[in-house]
């Protein structure tokens, strides 16, 4: 009686063993998969674009020209595209709520890189008009080119959008940040008609001619977008912006522009008055980042500058991202990156996890 019973078991096994499981997860094989190992490196490369913290803590660095780094505290591991990676370029780190990363290269035409910890999965756009705005989305900028066009996620699709021009507007335009305030509304900055509020039902613009001028050249795009403790925005210039969720009876617009805190440096003449990035620290002071003349912050009152350098020699800045635990970092074009010490800004490196002075 025990042999029969373990021979029927047997039996069992196997027939069920030869069937296909019915929640085995069924892969969409117009996407291109490849599993990732990464080469284990000692260093990060010179052209840190990007700094992103996950939910665990991981840090991972976005390079123009050398691919992705993962850095856990211990060690760095590299993923290019002989990886699986779409793009060796980054311009553009995010994650979902189930920790996949999302990595951006402003060159590839309508796909982006997904990453599951293991595997590379390129998702390839689908044009449409589903404008949409859901909480758990995902929104990307897409590759220049005078597209008027954007990527929305929903977890299974990515959809490519296109912007709407302006109210009697119809210049060729790219996006060039994307910023969801704390009302949960998307903003789009541009490059050059200005920037464009979606809040799920209507799209509101505010122009070039009001938001991205330079005193005495022409506007380098919408690049930074900041919403302030008083829920003012910041378009990369010296003014801030009122917004409002209907339109004012005085002026029809939906926002009012303030003189904010002036030239950067607070002279009238100054050349500051535009800037590429910026974030709010945990204490609600605004930090900004210019191309080469370092990083300024304002706590509401006080102006303060920060030289980076390297040889002595101001270098060019790219971004600015505050971590999980409120630590300041900058990207850059060419010196890798820095973190702030809470007096300057050191040169960071990986061993022992630790800035160090650049010489």
Not at 8 to 15: E, K, R
Not at 172 to 200: E, H, L, M, Q
Not at 283 to 307: A, C, E, P, Q, R
Request: aromatic fraction near 16%.
């Amino acid at each position: 009686m025990n042999l029969l019973l373990v021979l029927t078991m047997l039996s069992l096994l196997v027939s069920c063993n030869g069937q296909p499981s019915s929640t085995k997860k069924n892969f969409d094989l117009s996407r291109d998969v490849h599993r990732a190992h990464g080469d284990a490196v000692n260093e990060l490369g010179n052209s840190i674009m990007v700094v992103y913290q996950d939910k665990k803590d991981v840090y991972w660095f976005g390079s123009w020209e050398t691919g992705v780094y993962r850095y856990d505290g211990k060690e760095v591991v590299n993923y290019t595209t002989k990886h699986g990676l779409l793009n060796n370029r980054i311009d553009e780190i995010q994650e979902d709520k189930e920790g996949n990363k999302y990595f951006v290269s402003a060159n590839t035409t309508a796909a982006i890189s997904k990453f599951d910890g293991t595997n590379f999965t390129t998702l390839n756009a689908v044009p449409s008009e589903n404008w949409t705005l859901e909480p758990t989305d995902l929104w990307f900028k897409y590759s220049y080119g005078n597209t008027r066009k954007v990527y929305r996620y929903d977890g299974s699709t990515l959809f490519e959008l296109t912007l709407p021009y302006p109210q009697n507007l119809s210049n060729p335009f790219d996006v060039y940040s994307i910023y969801k305030d704390r009302k949960g509304a998307i903003w789009f900055g541009t490059n050059p008609v200005g920037v464009c509020r979606y809040d799920g039902k209507f799209f509101q613009w505010i122009t070039e001619e009001d938001v991205t001028e330079f005193r005495n050249e022409g506007a380098n795009g919408v690049r930074s977008i900041l919403e302030d403790k008083y829920g003012d925005f910041w378009f990369n210039t010296e003014y801030r912006y009122s917004i409002y969720d209907s339109t004012t009876l005085q002026s029809g617009k939906f926002y009012t522009r303030h003189k904010g805190i002036g030239g950067l440096d607070g002279k009238e003449d100054s050349h500051l008055d535009e800037y590429l990035s910026s974030v709010k620290d945990d204490s609600n002071n605004l930090w900004f980042v210019t191309y080469l003349d370092g990083v300024w912050k304002y706590d509401g009152t006080k102006i303060t500058h920060y030289t980076v350098q390297e040889n002595s020699q101001n270098i060019s800045l790219f971004s600015i991202y505050k971590d999980n635990h409120g630590e300041l970092w900058l990207g850059t074009h060419e010196n890798g990156v820095y973190k702030f010490n809470g007096t300057t800004f050191e040169k960071f490196t990986v061993e022992n996890g630790k800035s160090t002075n650049a010489h």
